[in-house]
């Protein structure tokens, strides 16, 4: 039944934007087992991926879209922004991901960038619980992200924390 409701909203890149097609599959506040990795799937990052990220966030820096302004930059060709990982977030994790859960808020996050995803980049993710806790009536859990491209290159990691729904 889950595969039948991921289908009917998957995207063309091939990721679920429904996230309450999935909800009853997920863990809830208690299943979730700090240290225990998340479960995640490779995702290849496309230009037009990239390029439609940025158009629908309004960064239109030509490092995103003109292979030649990108040739003669630092980075010798194009690349994705440092905020792709919020695409790349959904892209790497299954329907059925904690993360996903509706109801779930951002209680603040930081990441660090190392190399810049580029196109046709092989994206892994690594991802699992640090900690959960309760504060005043709340349920949060700590979480860390890494992701890599196909060489094994750190492109950025995160640690956040958000407040679960109940």
């Not at 595969?3 to 890149?13: L, P, R």
């Not at 859960?101 to 190399?115: E, F, R």
Request: hydrophobic share 40%.
């Amino acid at each position: 039944m889950v595969e039948a409701a991921e289908q009917s909203f998957k995207t063309d890149h091939g990721f679920t934007t429904d996230f309450w097609a999935t909800n009853a599959a997920r863990k809830s506040w208690d299943d979730i087992v700090p240290g225990e990795p998340r479960a995640t799937i490779p995702y290849t990052l496309t230009l037009e991926a990239i390029q439609r990220y940025c158009r629908s966030v309004g960064d239109l820096h030509p490092l995103y879209f003109d292979e030649q302004y990108a040739a003669a930059s630092k980075y010798g060709g194009l690349i994705a922004p440092p905020s792709i990982h919020i695409l790349l977030m959904f892209a790497c994790t299954p329907a059925d991901d904690w993360m996903r859960s509706p109801g779930t808020i951002n209680a603040g996050q930081s990441w660090t960038y190392n190399v810049p995803a580029r196109p046709g980049d092989e994206i892994r993710l690594e991802a699992r619980a640090l900690d959960k806790f309760i504060r005043k009536g709340r349920l949060f859990v700590v979480h860390d992200n890494v992701f890599f491209n196909q060489n094994s290159e750190v492109i950025c990691a995160g640690r956040g924390q958000t407040i679960r729904p109940s």
